[in-house]
């Protein structure tokens, strides 16, 4: 006689932030990031626009880290969350991403992010999957789900209701742009 059944899995805490795993990490951005650094005091993080860096951290033990933070679709999860980004190899391999004219800005691809190891021999590899549209599904999951990224400077949550503006998709921005620069 089986108390659970074969297939059972417990449900995973559906969290707004993406914590990248061991392994495949398939993401598409969807915003343009915020930059800034980020601090923490009793385990809260505490984050300041790029021309606010304090002096020096809460924590001697904890250095203040620079961050970029964005809204993706992750495939993992199937769904909207933040990815905040202190890796440096991360940021640098977007940035040369960004600047390489094959590749250009990451709304309009997917990347893999490959992380391997733990703590102090973590390597994290990136990878872009060749440029295709995004799928309808991706822009209909952003528009249900709005976020402000700017909260996150000010300790507030996001996703509340409460915002007054939320932070654009990006792609259809760009697609304005291309449409106006033709016309």
């Not at 933040?82 to 991403?97: C, D, F, G, P, V």
């Not at 600047?99 to 990878?127: L, Q």
């Not at 996703?159 to 932070?167: A, G, I």
Request: proline residues 9%.
């Amino acid at each position: 006689m089986e108390f659970l059944p074969q297939d059972y899995q417990a449900p995973k805490a559906n969290s707004g932030y993406m914590k990248i795993q061991d392994g495949e990490n398939k993401i598409r951005i969807l915003s343009r990031p915020i930059l800034g650094w980020e601090d923490w005091q009793e385990k809260k993080p505490l984050r300041y626009h790029m021309d606010e860096k304090p002096a020096k951290p809460y924590d001697p033990a904890k250095p203040i880290r620079h961050f970029w933070a964005f809204i993706v679709w992750n495939y993992n999860e199937q769904e909207i969350q933040i990815l905040e980004i202190t890796q440096a190899t991360i940021r640098k391999s977007l940035e040369a991403l960004c600047k390489d004219s094959d590749w250009g800005a990451p709304y309009f691809y997917d990347i893999k992010i490959t992380k391997k190891g733990e703590m102090t021999t973590t390597e994290y590899s990136i990878n872009p999957i060749p440029h295709r549209p995004i799928d309808p599904t991706i822009i209909l999951a952003f528009k249900e789900k709005p976020c402000q990224l700017h909260a996150l400077f000010d300790a507030k949550d996001p996703f509340s209701p409460d915002h007054k503006y939320y932070t654009p998709l990006q792609i259809e921005l760009e697609h304005k742009k291309e449409a106006s620069n033709a016309a």
